[in-house]
């Protein structure tokens, strides 16, 4: 295989978060200690800079194959290289008032490798590359989970993640070598060949399907594999569980996506079966269970698991192109409004030292501002116009009306009416209540104003002007297919 320069550009933004790390890690040596929190503005800086820089080698409407083929460039992976970068550099600023995480240059290094396998996640186009970059985005993410060792909340969300991520990853991976065994190939492209051929016989190829859907499930926490998400939501560090509900979860669809659509179309009505009872469970368990919870970062975690619900809809109906548009508009629409939650979160739970919800009771005249973002937030989770959410879930109820799948949009409208209830329960908390610290200010830094600043203004521009989203997200979904 010959190297030309051209090779290097669906790797080009892994390689410059591999240089990225060298220079932090050599900050984290040279610079004194009390200037250790500079290196959460050099990470955040350095991948938007990266964003920056990758701008002019947008893809064309074709994908490419490249590397032998491990590596598939197309517009869909271009975008969640985009969505990977901002959520990454949003965590970073999240958690430079940490000084557990923002003042480490480990912290910093861990973030940076698994946004590099999740953009490999992105773009893989064989089953080696695949599980090396899924493997190369959990191992950082088990010890960020568990970043906190003094913890024993912290560790013990490490370990259980570590624990469940371990047995799915070796059912992820034992579908794949059946996939393999039987094909003769671990590319993806040639592997549907194979199924179409009948050298993988359907109800061989059905058993392979389903035992990736569970390793991928588990990514994503679609019922019943989401027990892990509310112990390690509420023990991680607030910034890494974000970055964990809303990045982390965009590479697994982005997987699941992949694997569905150009690994198994032959089986598409079976697995569009399988995932709207995943759907419906997925929505109506996260939000039922979320009604009873008083810990805002559970109660975050089962919201967290209710999305998933949701984007699966978008799924279902993939075959269409409102379908697979509006997967990946709910994605860019949810990572936004997500990141901003927990940000909120992340920054009101370290001065009031508490993640109770009634510790929230009064914050709308401790701090203006921020009461206000949360409404934003928790507004455009519900999905209440004229925010980011309302416009995703519309795109996603219609994609499902569009296929015929009318009862699956109804019962996503009514979980969407449950949701709805809890989020403004928190809000009631937030501007009808009041106590004792009304007249104490809740202090923020120039990184957490910056952070929600950014991210409640993209939640607003993405629900009110949202014809250019919605037109990149129609040319990422193309390019699926082309």
Same mark, same amino acid.
């Given at each position: ?18 240089? /990225? ?17 500079? /290196? ?5 800086? @350095? ?100 970043? *906190? ?34 094909? &003769? ?35 994503? =926490? ?38 569905? *659509? ?90 009031? @030292? ?12 401790? =701090? ?20 980011? &959410? ?21 019962? @996503? ?49 993405? @629900?009110?002007?949202? =014809? ?15």
């Amino acid at each position: 295989m010959s190297l030309n320069p051209s090779m290097f550009i669906p790797v080009l933004p892994q390689i410059l978060l591999l240089a /990225l790390g060298i220079v932090i890690l050599f900050l984290d040596v040279l610079l004194p200690r009390e200037q250790h929190r500079y /290196l959460g503005w050099v990470a955040a800086v @350095g991948m938007v800079v990266i964003m920056l820089a990758i701008l002019p080698f947008m893809p064309q409407e074709q994908f490419q194959l490249t590397w032998g083929g491990m590596v598939r460039f197309d517009w869909m992976s271009y975008t969640f290289w985009m969505l990977f970068l901002f959520g990454a550099a949003v965590t970073a600023l999240l958690a430079m008032d940490y000084p557990e995480l923002g003042e480490r240059g480990s912290f910093y290094l861990l973030l940076i490798a698994s946004t590099i396998g999740m953009m490999f996640m992105a773009s893989a186009g064989d089953l080696v590359m695949l599980y090396l970059s899924i493997e190369t985005v959990s191992i950082p993410l088990y010890i960020l989970a568990g970043f *906190f060792v003094r913890s024993d909340e912290s560790t013990e969300a490490g370990f259980k993640y570590l624990l469940f991520g371990a047995m799915t990853s070796a059912i992820l991976l034992y579908g794949f070598s059946l996939l393999y065994g039987f094909s &003769g190939t671990t590319d993806l492209h040639q592997i549907v060949l194979g199924i179409v051929q009948g050298k993988v016989s359907l109800p061989l190829a059905f058993t392979s399907m389903m035992l990736v859907l569970v390793g991928l499930s588990f990514k994503v =926490s679609v019922v019943p594999f989401h027990f892990w998400a509310p112990d390690v939501y509420q023990g991680a560090p607030t910034p890494v569980a974000g970055f964990l509900s809303t990045a982390s979860k965009a590479a697994g669809f982005a997987v699941l996506i992949r694997i569905l *659509f150009i690994v198994f179309p032959i089986l598409g009505n079976q697995w569009a079966i399988v995932l709207a009872a995943l759907s419906v469970a997925t929505m109506t368990l996260g939000n039922l269970v979320a009604l009873a919870q008083r810990n805002i970062k559970r109660l975050l975690a089962y919201s967290s698991i209710a999305h998933a619900g949701y984007i699966l809809i978008g799924v279902v109906s993939g075959f269409s192109e409102l379908g697979m548009v509006s997967v990946v508009y709910y994605l860019v629409a949810y990572l936004m409004t997500n990141l901003a939650a927990f940000g909120i979160v992340s920054a009101f739970g370290r001065v009031a @030292g508490s993640d109770d919800m009634t510790a929230y009771y009064g914050l709308s005249r401790r =701090s203006p501002g921020l009461a206000l973002a949360m409404l934003v937030a928790f507004l455009s989770l519900a999905g209440m116009p004229p925010f980011a &959410g309302f416009v995703a879930k519309v795109f996603i109820f219609a994609a499902a009306v569009g296929v015929g799948q009318i009862w699956l949009a109804v019962v @996503g409208v009514l979980n969407s009416i449950i949701g709805l209830y809890y989020y403004l329960t928190v809000m009631k908390y937030v501007y009808l209540y009041r106590s004792e610290n009304d007249d104490q200010p809740v202090p923020l830094s120039g990184s957490f104003k910056l952070a929600l600043g950014v991210l409640v203004a993209g939640i607003v521009v993405i @629900g009110v002007l949202f =014809s250019p989203w919605f037109n990149w997200a129609s040319v990422a979904a193309r390019s699926m297919f082309f």
